[in-house]
């Protein structure tokens, strides 16, 4: 303590203190012309920003207005005042300070370029999918709390300070975090991962395990839907994951397989036309698309046939609708050219059977 005081009364008493303080104005002056210059440097710039589409020229611009006077000015002092030959704890004093106003101003340049990420890409997630603004929001604090955290650590060092223990000791703190809440931590990823892979959006009909329902809500924690019955299911997004999903949602055609079968008295002659019956049926509708048709099997009381054709829509009620479409005019077709469909019937065949000889008893005497 007495060394500093010593040599801080030396420096004070020496006449070349004075060019320092002299100094002090005319970098003041300096911060005043550099920060004029910087203003009008982005004025110019916003002008040719404002005809283009894009909105990181914009961050360009938000850059040069952003640099603060302060820093201006302590960067300027330093550099001046280098050549002044100041003693060893002065020198250390500005150095400090050069750090940590440059670290104040890198901090306000990152946090432009993240907030106009976040108000680019982020945003146009959120307009897409609204639901998944919590996980997004989460995703851009912690992308803030990283960057902010990096910025610090590399001042410290920049420093001279041995930021070795304070990795260590934030890396063991992290994974005592994280087993202490892995199921909470994995839902949060599993958040994420559903917000940014987007197996499902919201308003999806989806099939996990033996649940099925719309989506109507992905938090950070858990997804919601809204079954057939109407109640509510909430499940881990975590949980989610780890299982196979059906998202019927994005099904943008449905394949129809029906089997059908005529009574075994139908003639060869008509059964070669039924393919062609059948595939007028289909044609007769936009939304069907036929596939084929074929005689495929001799059944138990019936001819089978196998009807494959497709609905170009994803709607439940449409797909039923025109299904019922087709089966019904293959009964109005059947029943005007005298074609029996087949139903399970067995046909049981007696012969003669000969008369039993019953031999009569013999009569005692």
Request: with cysteine.
């Amino acid at each position: 303590m007495d060394y500093w005081i010593l040599h801080t009364k030396d420096f004070f008493a020496r006449d070349h203190f004075w060019p320092w303080l002299a100094m002090i104005a005319i970098v003041m002056l300096a911060t005043l012309i550099a920060k004029l210059a910087l203003r009008f440097i982005a004025g110019r710039m916003r002008r040719i920003t404002e005809k283009t589409v894009s909105t990181w020229d914009d961050v360009g611009v938000e850059i040069v207005a952003s640099c603060k006077s302060v820093v201006i000015f302590v960067v300027l002092y330093y550099i001046l005042t280098k050549p002044l030959k100041a003693p060893d704890f002065v020198d250390r004093a500005l150095l400090v300070s050069v750090v940590i106003v440059s670290i104040y101003q890198i901090a306000i340049w990152g946090l432009l370029v993240l907030r106009n990420w976040q108000g680019t890409v982020l945003r146009s997630r959120v307009q897409n999918d609204p639901s998944s603004s919590a996980a997004l929001g989460l995703l851009y604090t912690a992308v803030q709390v990283v960057f902010l955290t990096v910025v610090v650590l590399i001042g410290l060092s920049t420093l001279g300070i041995n930021i070795s223990a304070l990795l260590a000791g934030l890396g063991v703190g992290g994974i005592a975090v994280a087993l202490a809440a892995q199921n909470i931590l994995g839902d949060l990823l599993a958040s994420l991962s559903i917000v940014l892979d987007k197996p499902f959006v919201v308003g999806d009909f989806i099939v996990t395990g033996s649940d099925r329902g719309t989506v109507e809500h992905i938090g950070i924690k858990t997804t919601r839907l809204r079954s057939i019955s109407g109640e509510e299911l909430i499940l881990s997004n975590k949980d989610l994951l780890e299982s196979r999903v059906q998202n019927y949602k994005r099904m943008w055609r449905r394949r129809v397989v029906q089997k059908f079968g005529v009574v075994y008295s139908t003639p060869a002659e008509v059964l070669e036309k039924i393919p062609e019956w059948v595939k007028s049926a289909v044609h007769s509708h936009k939304k069907l698309a036929f596939d084929r048709c074929h005689f495929m099997a001799y059944g138990e009381s019936s001819l089978d046939f196998e009807l494959v054709f497709f609905v170009d829509d994803p709607e439940y009620n449409v797909f039923m609708d025109l299904q019922q479409l087709v089966l019904l005019e293959l009964i109005r077709k059947f029943a005007v050219e005298g074609v029996d469909f087949a139903f399970p019937s067995r046909t049981i065949y007696l012969d003669k059977i000969p008369p039993l000889k019953i031999q009569s008893p013999p009569v005692e005497a």
